[in-house]
């Protein structure tokens, strides 16, 4: 307990630190491009345009309002990829800080991720823009939204705590996890209905957390309709199982990571 | 009231000196099976044991590879012992190396911002010592250019200007101080003396003996990972030179 209190005195007390790391990201990605800020916007309009196209001609799927159904799966899907991705090379990336000065390490995978909810920020503009193109109507539901973000938030940022951890003894794990989230993202109906995967396959959709964060997503967003009980704690507890289980590891072996970084 | 503001107690820090670092897992499983998954310890510091009084200004001396930056790092708390404890009982501003805690693609301005909060102080603390920061450097023709076009001296002058603005409870200094020119290193000197006469606890470690004896009360000399000699830096240091 009393460690846990540490952790958390340590946390108010860097609170500007982490906004000075989740600022510097974004200033740095968006530093001498034209069109700056406004990327985080274009991006996933611009991918979702690009989906629609290939998907709706190439293959034929009866999903009504494809355009918001790829950008739900797609804006959550993106955010967990790239801010687990970023935090992997948290550490190591850190490493002439974390070698110079007492900083609380978990501050950088935490960052990655705020930096992650950043941009899901954005992205989540740029979808209430396509709704309004596409004829999608905006319902009471999406106030919800926060909840399902504070969940997904959690998984990620238990996650990338891990690979974090884990990158710093193991480098080979930053090759592993680009295939794993390429196949990850192939294997949760981001582009194609869920219905492919049901059936035989259906285990496949239950594993996958995802799966059930989108699913929870669409529904808010396309059905207006909160989920109930059920789909709220599996959620819940996904993202708390996995942020316990991160910071657990990150915290044991910590003090390890100096001497390997 | 002259109580501890640093204990360090049976201080020892284990390096792994292994010629090749394992950090894949294709040598690692080629290691278990050739079994020689290989460890060799190199005990940087070996049983420090020795305190700091609050508004005590303290040198380590010591030859190349001593352990010297390794007790810095300990001290920080950058590093935990392999043994033993350290108990800091104050803020630390540590100056290890040159620009520890500035991001080489920021500029000034935006370092100042950031290794202000490294050290813990809020972006409103930092731009009310913004000024005296930058007129102690005497950077303000660079104040925006991106800190990776600087030389060596004017990083230095930024990183002590801002490791000292927020008057800390313990300043570590570690032969920063060496990459200046005499003019810097005089401005230093009185800022440190400075520092000291308002209560501060300082730390230095430098390998021009004069500046240690300047500046500091006590001294501490290295050898090897062990301490070899506690005591008045005069004593110190006499010994060191005749070693």
Redo the contacts between chains.
Sequence with gaps: MNKFLIMVSGFV??K??L???VI?DI??RY?RSVLGLLWTLINPILMMTVITIVFSHLFRFDIKNFPIYFFTGNVVFTFMVEATTNSLFSIIGSA????????PKYLFPLSKVLSGLVNLFFAYIAMMLVMLVTGVSFGSAMLVSPLLILYVAMFTTGLGLILATVMV????IAHLYSVVTLAWMYLTPIFYPSSLLEGKASWMLTVNPMYHYISYFRSLVLENHVPGIEANISCFLIGFIFLVAGFYIFYKKQ?KF???V | MNENIIEINNVSMM??RSKE?V????E?IIRIFKKNLFFEEFWALQNITFNIKKGESIGFVGLNGSGKSTLL?VI?????PTKGEVKVYGS?A?L??LG??F?L??SAR?NI??N????????NEMRKKFDSILDFAELWDFVDVPIKNYSSGMVARLGFAIATASSPDILIVDEVLGVGDFKFQKKCESRIGEIIKNGATVIFVSHSLEQVMELCQKAVWLKNGQMVMYGDVDEVCQQYKNC
Excluded: C, T, W
């Design positions: 007390k860097y500007d630190l906004y000075e790391l510097r200033k740095i530093r002439s800080l974390i070698k110079k000065v007492y900083i003894f193991f480098r080979d003090d100096i001497l390997y | 390096f792994n670092q950090d894949n897992l294709k690692y790092k920080a708390q950058v590093m935990k630390v540590p290890i190396e520890a805690g991001d693609d920021l935006e911002f950031l202000g909060a490294v050290l813990g102080h809020s972006r």
